[in-house]
């Protein structure tokens, strides 16, 4: 889920991806929007979107950045912190 917790509209131009399995492999994905779509979202709104790795471990960590535009035409980059992938029930 992608929140706006800003004060103006902010477009989703790009997302870059850096993906690593357990092995230490890593993959980076760079491409434009998310799932062929650029949400504008308005202050407070959300977009939600379902995505996948494909990664040879059965768990590995993924980390990233959106490219936004704001309502003013500046760009930013919206950091994603790391967390983790896994396959359903591997952790838990």
């Known amino acids: 889920t992608i929140t706006n ?3 103006f509209p902010a477009k989703l131009l790009s997302r870059h991806w850096l993906i690593t399995d357990s092995n230490g ?3 980076e994905v ?3 929007g998310v799932i062929g779509e650029h949400p504008l979202l308005k202050p407070g709104e959300s977009f939600r979107y379902t995505s996948g790795a ?3 471990t059965p768990v590995g960590v993924m980390q990233g950045k959106y490219i936004m535009v704001s ?3 500046d760009q930013f980059k919206a950091t994603i912190p790391q967390f ?3 396959i359903p029930r591997t952790l838990h």
């Open 5 to 7: 917790v800003g004060n």
């Open 71 to 73: 309502g003013n035409g």
């Open 30 to 32: 760079k491409g434009d």
């Open 25 to 27: 492999k890593k993959q």
């Open 54 to 56: 494909m990664i040879e």
């Open 84 to 86: 983790t992938l896994s």
